[in-house]
T-cell receptor, first 114, second 114 residues
Framework: DQQVKQNSPSLSVQEGRISILNCDYT??????FLWYKKYPAEGPTFLIS?????DKNEDGRFTVFLNKSAKHLSLHIVPSQPGDSAVYFC?????????????FGTGTLLAVQP | NAGVTQTPKFRILKIGQSMTLQCAQD?????MYWYRQDPGMGLKLIYY???????DKGEVPNGYNVSRSTTEDFPLRLELAAPSQTSVYFC?????????????FGSGTRLTVV
């Protein structure tokens, strides 16, 4: 039972254009969402997060949007750069436990073409 | 500033052999985690710990054991290795405050069981 889903295994975008990566979740108890970026042969690195009390969080070229009613979040990268080419993981957690456990999606491979 | 250090980076095991994957963090984080990443499957939680002396199972704990005798170290033990344990293993740590940027991951251990 995949509680966090990334239905697009891959995405190709031209340099300078917008990249939109999508993520859906099924567990209504999730209230904190994160995006991680992963290069080959490295561990994932934290990119941006959003709490369920917000619907948007922005950090430079990266913006995460949260639609709680649709149980959907998206990561926008504007403008996209070749160095953004990586696998992007969406993750979610629920409060109420003292563990900070994250549930990860399957990832989307982003390729930014020069 | 080492962050999370995993050793070894690569290992080939024969079926039935045992080994310990080492993980150490220098950020004084209470929470530590072990994940495995299989192709197209995202990251699955194996075990986690909320502090020294406290461990608990994640989604896929079978075939693994952990211990947490110190805040810094969280080794993962594989007993009687099986081909199904061929994967990339990531250790991560986090602070108690999940708003502080999520997990810090190690660079991973690529394990092949033949």
């Amino acid at each position: 039972d995949q509680q966090v889903k990334q239905n697009s295994p891959s995405l190709s975008v031209q340099e300078g254009r917008i990249s939109i990566l999508n993520c859906d979740y099924t567990n209504s108890m999730f209230d904190y969402f994160l995006w991680y970026k992963k290069y080959p042969a490295e561990g994932p690195t934290f990119l941006i997060s959003i709490s369920s009390i917000k619907d948007k969080n922005e950090d430079g070229r990266f913006t995460v949007f949260l639609n709680k009613s649709a149980k959907h979040l998206s990561l926008h990268i504007v403008p996209s750069q070749p160095g953004d080419s990586a696998v992007y993981f969406c993750a979610a957690s629920a409060s109420g436990g003292a563990t900070n456990k994250l549930i990860f999606g399957t990832g989307t491979l982003l390729a930014v073409q020069p | 500033n080492a962050g999370v250090t995993q050793t070894p980076k690569f290992r080939i095991l024969k079926i039935g052999q045992s080994m310990t994957l080492q993980c150490a963090q220098d950020m004084n984080h209470n929470y530590m985690y072990w994940y495995r990443q299989d192709p197209g499957m995202g990251l699955k939680l194996i075990y986690y710990s909320v502090g020294a002396g406290i461990t608990d199972k994640g989604e896929v704990p079978n075939g693994y054991n952990v211990s947490r005798s110190t805040t810094e170290d969280f080794p993962l033990r594989l007993e009687l290795a099986a081909p199904s344990q061929t994967s990339v293993y990531f250790c991560a740590s986090s602070s108690n405050d999940r708003d502080r940027g999520g997990y810090t991951f190690g660079s991973g251990t690529r394990l092949t069981v033949v």
